[in-house]
């Protein structure tokens, strides 16, 4: 495996979808437990909320996730090369981007392995596996969210993939 994830093309071997994709068209299943003791039940507020935000993209649940969102955050997906790249604002851009991943990524793993909560801000540390349906290309490895939570709702997200070759989005 390289370094910070593992990227997979045609004609090499793919691991097995382990979540097959949900109803809601999301692409997020099968988030797994947070590390540490106590898990959500005994993390500070801002932590707790970007726990329910995984708890809800493992069940698909797109109002559930929308809902934990300020009228006016903002997603900005860091990937280099990627259609899902830039700065999404607001709940109906939050939405936009989460339907686009649909259409562009198979997610089979996310799991959310850490949660480190300061102030407003929560770093969650994701494991996760996806295919891009136009290339076919995979990655799998960490990929990792901060998160910015103001008066219980989430105002900002940033997204940073791990060692991503941006020519998973293209043929190359």
């Given at each position: ?47 707790r ?8 993209f ?21 990937a ?27 997610v ?65």
């Amino acid at each position: 495996m390289r370094p910070g994830g593992r990227r997979t093309g045609p004609g090499t071997t793919r691991p097995a979808d382990d979540h097959p994709g949900d109803p809601m068209g999301l692409p997020f299943r099968g988030i797994s437990g947070i590390s540490g003791p106590g898990g959500a039940r005994w993390a500070p507020p801002t932590a707790r909320r970007s726990y329910e935000l995984y708890e809800a993209f493992g069940r698909g649940a797109l109002r559930a996730i929308l809902a934990l969102f300020a009228t006016e955050a903002v997603w900005a997906n860091h990937a280099v090369g990627s259609p899902l790249s830039g700065e999404h604002k607001g709940r109906i851009g939050v939405q936009a981007m989460l339907v686009e991943a649909a259409v562009v990524t198979d997610v089979r793993r996310m799991d959310l392995t850490h949660l480190l909560a300061d102030g407003d801000h929560v770093v969650a540390v994701v494991n996760q596996a996806f295919t891009v349906r136009a290339t076919g290309y995979s990655y799998e490895g960490p990929v990792m969210y901060l998160v910015e939570v103001r008066e219980g709702l989430i105002v900002r997200v940033d997204e940073f993939l791990g060692d991503l070759d941006q020519t998973i989005w293209t043929y190359g």
